[in-house]
């Protein structure tokens, strides 16, 4: 059995009438059976159908990648290493950025290069220009599954000379403190 399902496995019509049915279920834009809950690799999978492999999931995408957040981000939150060649543009549904990784900053799933879960924390901590009651939730869904303590967020902070990282450092401790 596939990951998950596309329109190359079967007519988009024919996937929407079985997700209708309740024998599959949505994942981003393509599907899973109904009976396996989306998974890291699942929804990894359904996100590298069809991207260049340079593009690395960051951010908010990353974030639903490891199931911190339950729906896709609109738009996906992608970055590329700085000296890498990207064809692609940015989409009303596709964000590009360039940044400086380092080699333990991405792991591989389904073939999709995506941010871990403690450089995901430090991304959202350092970029998300909103805070929100749910961004904190997020950061501390992603601390959990990455088993990541607040001093491996503070270690990736302090690695470099960073834009935001008060604030992020602010962030981190509004999300740990048990209020």
Not at 90 to 115: C, F, M, N, Y
Request: glycine share 4%; with cysteine; net charge negative.
């Amino acid at each position: 059995m596939h990951l998950i399902l596309t329109s190359t496995d079967l007519p988009l019509a024919e996937l929407s009438a079985m997700r209708l049915d309740g024998e599959l279920v949505a994942v981003d834009r393509w599907y899973a059976p109904f009976d396996d809950f989306p998974t890291e690799r699942q929804r990894a999978a359904a996100l590298f159908d069809g991207l260049p492999d340079r593009l690395i999931a960051e951010r908010r995408t990353a974030a639903w990648v490891w199931g911190a957040v339950d729906t896709p981000p609109a738009p996906h939150e992608f970055c590329t290493a700085h000296d890498a060649r990207v064809t692609r543009r940015p989409t009303p549904h596709v964000v590009i950025r360039e940044v400086v990784l380092g080699p333990a900053d991405t792991v591989t799933i389904s073939g999709l290069a995506v941010t871990t879960p403690q450089r995901t924390a430090a991304d959202l901590l350092r970029f998300t220009e909103s805070w929100s009651p749910r961004d904190r939730e997020t950061t501390r869904r992603l601390l959990s599954i990455g088993s990541v303590c607040e001093q491996d967020v503070l270690d990736e902070l302090s690695r470099h000379k960073l834009p935001h990282k008060r604030r992020a450092v602010e962030r981190l401790r509004e999300c740990v403190s048990p209020n």
